[in-house]
């Protein structure tokens, strides 16, 4: 397929992602996103296996290894927790937190199923997860929502050791020059985003928390790559 020719911001249509909601349709986004994940929750490997290469990318980037304890932020039905497991090893620990708990049973009989005594999974929203750990390492693979919340990273980055490795992944805006990309990434997220505020440059916050944060763009733009290190306290 043709590469689609870059246009300036004055041709380009106005193929935009969604404005930020007022309050009140913050509140119905929200709960149609919970209604995606519940109803999604058995089917959601399948729906997502087309961005297993960038998932996969995104665990062999975090530098944990073998001994370590991983926050796996938002772990959904747990599609990481395999390469996480090669990386801690028998002797690390893995605590996947998720407020889905549709998402967080189809994790369980993952766990179940291979006989990892360690890992605990956590059912509740980031920001009042009782974590009760401190961790070497956080993996944040695709939850905007979590990124773009100082609560939910403020509770995880409580519960970070100084110079933790951080990586996180996910979709994002593409720039002007990929317009035509713009409404295929706006319908492919919308169902599982509560609001697109920041979705230009999702990373923005977690910037506070890793000052030596590097971001890669992927997918023509339509993804990134950010790793780094907590801040030292």
């Known amino acids: 397929m043709a590469t689609p020719q870059p246009r300036t911001a004055s041709t380009a249509p106005d193929r935009q992602l969604p404005r930020p909601p007022p309050q009140h349709r913050l509140a119905q986004d929200q709960r149609r996103a ?13 729906r997502t296996e087309s961005f297993r290469y960038w998932r996969e990318l995104l665990v062999d980037q975090l ?30 620990a893995i605590v996947g937190i998720d407020a889905s708990e549709q998402m967080l049973a189809v994790a369980a009989d993952r766990v179940a199923e291979h006989g990892w005594d360690n890992v605990r999974l956590l059912a509740a929203p980031i920001e009042h997860a ?20 100082p609560a939910a990273l403020g509770n995880v980055f409580d519960h970070l050791r100084p110079g933790a490795a951080v990586a996180a992944a996910g979709g994002k805006q593409p720039g002007p020059w990929m317009w035509p990309l713009r409404g295929w990434v706006a319908d492919l997220h919308a169902p599982f985003i ?40």
């Open 194 to 233: 509560d609001d697109f505020t920041g979705f230009d440059r999702p990373w923005r916050l977690l910037a506070e928390f890793v000052p030596d944060l590097r971001v890669h763009e992927l997918a023509f733009g339509t993804g990134y790559l950010a790793l780094g290190h907590a801040r030292g306290r």
């Open 34 to 46: 919970s209604e995606a994940y519940r109803s999604q929750a058995g089917r959601y490997d399948q």
């Open 130 to 149: 009782p974590i009760d750990a401190t961790a070497d390492a956080a993996l944040f693979c695709a939850v905007h929502d979590v990124m773009q919340s």
């Open 63 to 92: 530098a944990a290894r073998s001994g370590d304890t991983v926050l796996d932020v938002g772990c959904g039905t747990g599609l990481c927790l395999s390469q996480l497991q090669h990386k801690t090893g028998t002797t690390g």
